[in-house]
């Protein structure tokens, strides 16, 4: 037991709009509508969470804030924050499903934990395979002459992983899309696809086949969160790499999916999972299934980014690389003190003890939609 107590928590609720919108196959994203979860011990340490729910994916933040606040801080007043796994086994006893709270929750006590003991957050949970990964942006913007002018750009920052968000505006939109991406950059660039569920299953094996004429790395969660099967077809008569996001959460449904080999690769989200230690469950049961893992994100700002960075250079392995590209390339401000550190197209690891990084409190005010609780 640690000689700290949990004094107080409280959640806030933030909305930062974004650059631009992105579109999905499942729908349109404007803004980073989150969760901030902050707890203090009676030592006067505080460890930072954050829940990025996805209403159509995963959750909102009223339910994951009403988790938080209402169902989970009673039973965390005056405890230990170090015990870990006792708070985790706890929460899923206390409230079902609710993944980001329980990621949020596990992010802080996590912090505080690092704090305590010095260690970074991968450290606490197995220690660095690596400092830093590749970044991925996705183009999403309907608009499609204004995502060519930002990849320019970030061209030039040294970005040179493209995931496509297809399936919201027809198969020919695709098709010119990735075909200009392969004309201006050549195979320079590692493109990727994402239908986030946005094909019919009847069609989706001809869909994919006219895309890997572009040679993509992937093409991710083709069809419905639900229709395993279907996705377990796909995954068998592609020859590109299917990966699963919307139909694998957790270490049950990574279970699952290697059992009927749902696909070649999971995305790893700690929204999804739960938390970074859970997550590594589900990365062990890929692992052992001889499927690739992906480090992917929500709308998150750099906090949540920070928790997934620590989670990804745990891994043992990481080919792939990540996502976390929204609080440098898709939030109009991040909540940080410091910006998340994004250098040359890669993902740095944040140093330091706990998540590495600090919430500036006046931006937390300034994107608040309501009163914190708590
Ligand atoms: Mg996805």
């Known amino acids: 037991m640690s000689e700290h107590k949990i004094e107080s928590i409280r959640v806030h609720r933030i909305l930062i709009p974004a650059k631009a919108v992105h579109s999905h196959g499942s729908g349109d994203v404007a803004g980073i509508n989150v969760v901030i979860l902050e707890i203090t011990t009676d030592t006067g340490i505080t460890g930072w969470g954050e829940a990025s729910p996805w209403p159509v994916f995963t959750g909102t933040s009223e339910g994951n804030a009403a988790v938080l606040h209402v169902h989970l801080r009673p039973h965390l007043i005056g405890q230990d924050p170090v015990q870990v796994e006792r708070h985790m086994t706890m929460a899923d006893k206390v409230v079902v499903g609710h993944p980001e709270a329980k990621a949020a929750l596990e992010m802080a006590l996590l912090d505080i934990t690092g704090k305590i003991s010095g260690l970074s957050v991968s450290e606490l949970v197995g220690g660095r395979m690596r400092d830093d990964m590749g970044m991925s942006f996705s183009i999403a913007n309907p608009d499609f002459s204004a995502d060519l002018d930002d990849i320019a750009a970030m061209w030039d920052d040294g970005v040179r992983i493209f995931k496509f968000k297809t399936g919201f505006a027809g198969h020919k939109f695709d098709l010119m899309r990735c075909e200009r991406m392969r004309e201006i950059y050549g195979d320079e660039a590692d493109l990727r696809i994402d239908y986030n569920q946005g094909l019919p299953a009847y069609d989706a094996v001809r869909c994919i086949r006219d895309l890997e004429a572009f040679r993509p790395?992937?093409?991710?969660?083709?069809?419905?969160?639900?229709?395993?099967?279907?996705?377990?077809?796909?995954?068998?008569?592609?020859?590109?790499?299917?990966?699963?996001?919307?139909?694998?959460?957790?270490?049950?449904?990574?279970?699952?999916?290697?059992?009927?080999?749902?696909?070649?690769?999971?995305?790893?989200?700690?929204?999804?999972?739960?938390?970074?230690?859970?997550?590594?469950?589900?990365?062990?049961?890929?692992?052992?299934?001889?499927?690739?893992?992906?480090?992917?994100?929500?709308?998150?700002?750099?906090?949540?980014?920070?928790?997934?960075?620590?989670?990804?250079?745990?891994?043992?392995?990481?080919?792939?690389?990540?996502?976390?590209?929204?609080?440098?390339?898709?939030?109009?401000?991040?909540?940080?003190?410091?910006?998340?550190?994004?250098?040359?197209?890669?993902?740095?690891?944040?140093?330091?003890?706990?998540?590495?990084?600090?919430?500036?409190?006046?931006?937390?005010?300034?994107?608040?939609?309501?009163?914190?609780?708590g």
């Open 217 to 373: 790395t992937f093409v991710e969660q083709p069809v419905k969160m639900h229709e395993r099967d279907v996705l377990a077809h796909i995954a068998h008569v592609i020859d590109t790499p299917i990966m699963a996001d919307e139909s694998v959460f957790d270490p049950k449904g990574a279970l699952y999916g290697a059992q009927i080999r749902i696909a070649d690769i999971y995305s790893l989200k700690i929204m999804k999972s739960g938390g970074i230690r859970r997550a590594l469950e589900v990365a062990a049961i890929a692992r052992a299934a001889g499927i690739e893992i992906y480090g992917g994100c929500m709308f998150e700002t750099g906090l949540a980014h920070a928790a997934g960075a620590h989670l990804m250079a745990a891994v043992p392995d990481l080919v792939l690389q990540c996502e976390f590209y929204m609080a440098t390339y898709y939030a109009q401000e991040d909540i940080l003190t410091d910006p998340f550190p994004v250098r040359n197209g890669r993902v740095h690891v944040p140093q330091g003890p706990g998540l590495g990084v600090a919430v500036d409190p006046d931006r937390l005010a300034r994107y608040s939609v309501c009163s914190p609780l």
